[in-house]
């Protein structure tokens, strides 16, 4: 069971997991590139003198290779989830830092798209809520139409969804049939009909 799947509660399943755009890494990209190129254009040079520098240049471009490792594993392990009761942000490699919204609790949803984003199909997406916290803000992330519309579809089925029965309640409801029944309100198939219902919602 991977970590994830360790935060999930009961019934609770994943709906749709995204990540911040590649975009997103392309500062990195062309820093460490470029300083890969001074260091091979260094040490290429230095070769005409001094014939030991290219190894001290091999070494040297670990440095810049490294460095992009680090960044591209943070940014792999960097996840914005939906599930069916809420909106995770998952963050770290080591030290992890979730943090996550009911999705009861959302007000409003608003995406902002560059042009360049939607050629891309990345955008800022802001999740308002009725939280502390008051405003979620995911930048950069890839697919944000389809993360917008699976939380909103999520949000709406949650709440047309009846309210979870809890096993400890199910004696008293129970009983109030069995009352409703005996004065008549209703019937002895509408009863077995509402026991079978709250019966299964424990399953």
Known sequence: MGYIERLLA???RIVFVTRPHWVSLLPVILIDLGIAIVIIALSVG???????LPLWGLVL????LGHFLAR????RNEQYIVTNRRVMEVRGVYKKHVSD????????VVMEQSVL????DYGDVRIITGADIGVNIFRRIAHPIRFKTTMMDQKAAHSERPAETRPEDVPDLLARLGDLRQHGVITQEEFEREKRELLDRLQ
């Not at 070769?47 to 030991?52: E, T």
């Not at 471009?61 to 810049?64: E, F």
């Not at 984003?117 to 891309?120: A, H, I, Q, T």
Request: proline fraction near 10%; glycine fraction near 6%.
């Open 101 to 108: 919204s009911s999705l009861e609790k959302v007000n409003d």
């Open 72 to 75: 591209f594993i943070t940014w």
């Open 61 to 64: 471009l670990l440095l810049p």
């Open 46 to 52: 230095g070769a005409l003198i001094a014939p030991p």
């Open 117 to 120: 984003g939607r050629l891309l």
């Open 10 to 12: 009961q019934n609770e």
